[in-house]
């Protein structure tokens, strides 16, 4: 049976274990290279409130999150974009990222 990843929307404000300073989610199903191989990770984001700086997104998965500050916006087409989002990683393959692999490369 496929498991299905149950995204927090964009714009929801969390922190993550260990951290101290709130990460904003920008993006959902990010893959990126990690030792020449295709990874994903859950999530996308930037520091908040300072936003994006530069190019520097900070990459990160639901077991990662210690605490949702705030929920993004939730519509019909978020739940369409979720359901493709879940199927395109079924599709693709793609193993999962951790963020220390990611920051050990």
């Known amino acids: 049976m496929e498991q299905k990843t149950d995204f927090l929307p964009l714009g929801s404000v969390v922190r ?10 920008i993006a959902r199903a990010v893959a990126t290279k990690i030792e020449d191989e295709a990874k994903y ?14 190019d520097t ?6 077991e990662d ?4 500050e705030f929920k993004g916006y939730v519509d019909e087409d978020d ?6 989002l879940n199927e395109s990683i079924q599709k693709l393959g793609y193993q999962k ?3 220390s692999e990611f920051n050990h490369q």
């Open 79 to 84: 739940e369409i974009m979720v359901q493709n």
């Open 41 to 54: 990770f859950e999530y996308g984001g930037s520091l908040y409130p300072e936003g994006l700086l530069g």
């Open 65 to 68: 999150i210690l605490q949702v």
């Open 16 to 25: 993550l274990n260990g951290g101290v300073k709130k990460i904003i989610i």
């Open 97 to 99: 990222g951790t963020p």
């Open 57 to 62: 997104i900070l990459y990160f998965n639901n």
